[in-house]
């Protein structure tokens, strides 16, 4: 009788052996890694491997593994070892071999410097297919979890208090352990009782550690025991330990510049992304889109005498509606730049009085001020002070530039670029591919790891965009 269905068997044999590229579809993601990853000079890596002993695994398999792995959610060793035994993905690009997790670890490890590399090959692959538009560069950061507990992070008083304790709980094991010893030698006699309990060794392991820590911590720093470099920033209103993970991208999407740095601030990172730009793909780009977190009068000064143009807003513009409405705001007094001179809303002229350095934000302003206030109606609503003054900065023209261009319906449609451009890559990061902490420790390997993120996220791209062409 004849059968409704297909053969059931798992042990059919076969006349010829099967190739595992059978089992990986023409379009997929892991064959374009693979011919991009095979066109790496990966020289410099393999020179630290020996012709003595067993052969190893070519440094491409394991580089587009990794690759892969990131581009698909997948940051563990282990996994991507047992991957390597299931997903035919993952035979594919292992040319069926199984390398186990430590070797997968330990060539991530210990190449991490190298990925810096293969992300700047990456952008000349995605330049060379025209997916780069270097005129107008985004740039941004987001908060990624370091992979350390935040309460592990102190200051030198914490590393003392945290030490006490630790002191008096090996003082306690070794009470217990000698007790038990004790016990132990009148049951056993001369069998061995000596061993270190795991416990005792575990707290001993513990204060050499804080011992480290504290004989180089300094006074009001705060370190964290189990990444030294990773530090307490703020993100998403809870203080957590984090890297400021920083990244530019093309008009297309493209990341161009991908680092960590430990700052809790994004308005250091402007000069050192453009630097890596130009430093990596030998370029300058014309315009820049960045939020108001990477303003400061030092960044519009140095973008003015390197003549780039900054779609950037300070942050005193985005509540420049609400401040025009509060009638006595500095931002109702009028600057008459020919005179020097501001004029307040009741008409008065506040002349410059003066220069004033301010120390803590490292800016030299020019003070003006009016002696008018004694007999104005409205002196209690302007000021508390005898006179009303108003500051300002030496290089405050730059920042009214910056404001003038976001003010313009080109600035603003060039400016809403970054809401499509850069930010969506986090969102992409985070929320589809998970990725939520780093696995490594140290800004080094944080570093690289984050490289290795970036080179999936850009070869996503180009499989996205050969997607498109051969739609069309």
């Known amino acids: 009788m004849q059968s409704k269905f297909k053969h059931n068997a798992n042990e059919q044999m076969y006349l010829l052996p099967l190739s595992v590229e059978e089992f990986v579809p023409e379009n997929h993601l892991s064959r374009l890694i693979h011919e991009i990853v095979e066109k790496f000079d990966t020289s410099n890596i393999e020179s630290n491997y020996s012709y003595l002993g067993q052969k190893s695994y070519h440094p491409k398999c394991l580089l587009q593994l990794w690759i892969y792995g990131y581009a698909t959610g997948t940051y563990s060793g282990r996994k991507l070892a047992t991957k390597c035994e299931s997903d035919t993905a993952y035979m594919y690009l292992a040319n069926m071999h199984k390398p186990d997790f430590r070797t997968l670890n330990d060539f991530r490890k210990d190449n991490i410097e190298t990925f810096n590399k293969y992300f700047i090959d990456i952008v000349k692959v995605c330049n060379e297919l025209g997916m780069v538009n270097f005129g107008v560069i985004a740039i941004d950061g987001t908060k990624i979890r370091a992979n350390a507990a935040t309460h592990r992070s102190k200051d030198k008083e914490g590393y003392t208090k945290w030490l006490d304790r630790i002191n008096k709980q090996i003082e306690e094991l070794h009470k217990k352990a000698e007790q038990i010893n004790a016990e132990e030698d009148k049951l056993y006699g001369n069998k061995r009782g000596d061993e270190i309990p795991k416990a005792l060794q575990k707290k001993e392991r513990l204060k050499s550690k804080i011992e480290k820590v504290l004989a180089k911590i300094k006074d009001k720093e705060k370190i964290n025991l189990t990444d030294e470099d990773a530090k307490i920033i703020k993100s998403h209103g809870r203080h957590q330990t984090n890297y400021n993970a920083q990244g530019s991208v093309s008009s297309n999407g493209i990341l161009l510049t991908s680092y960590v740095c430990t700052s809790p601030s994004d308005k250091e990172q402007l000069i050192p992304h453009l630097e890596t730009l130009e430093k990596n793909h030998a370029l300058k ?103 009303r003054t108003i500051h300002r900065e030496l290089r405050e023209h730059l920042r009214q530039q910056s404001r003038n261009r976001l003010t313009t319906p080109e600035g603003k449609q060039l400016y809403q670029q970054r809401q499509y451009t850069i930010e969506p890559i986090w969102g992409n990061l985070k929320f589809n591919r998970k990725f939520n902490m780093f696995s490594l420790r140290g800004r080094k390997k944080v570093n690289g790891e984050f490289n290795l993120l970036s080179i999936a996220e850009n070869i996503l791209k180009v499989f996205n965009h050969k997607l498109k062409l051969q739609e069309i």
Not at 340 to 356: A, N, S, V
């Open 285 to 387: 780009p014309e315009n820049i889109l960045a939020d108001s977190g990477y303003s400061s009068y030092d960044n519009y000064e140095w973008l003015d005498k390197n003549n780039i143009t900054a779609y950037m807003p300070d942050q005193q513009f985005e509540n420049s509606d609400n401040n025009a409405q509060k009638p006595y705001h500095p931002c109702n007094f009028k600057y008459d730049e020919k005179n020097d001179c501001y004029t307040c809303p009741q008409g008065d002229i506040l002349k410059f009085h003066h220069h004033y350095q301010d120390q803590r934000h490292k800016q030299q302003t020019k003070v003006y001020q009016t002696t008018a206030c004694k007999t104005c109606v409205v002196h209690s609503l302007c000021t508390s002070a005898t006179y």
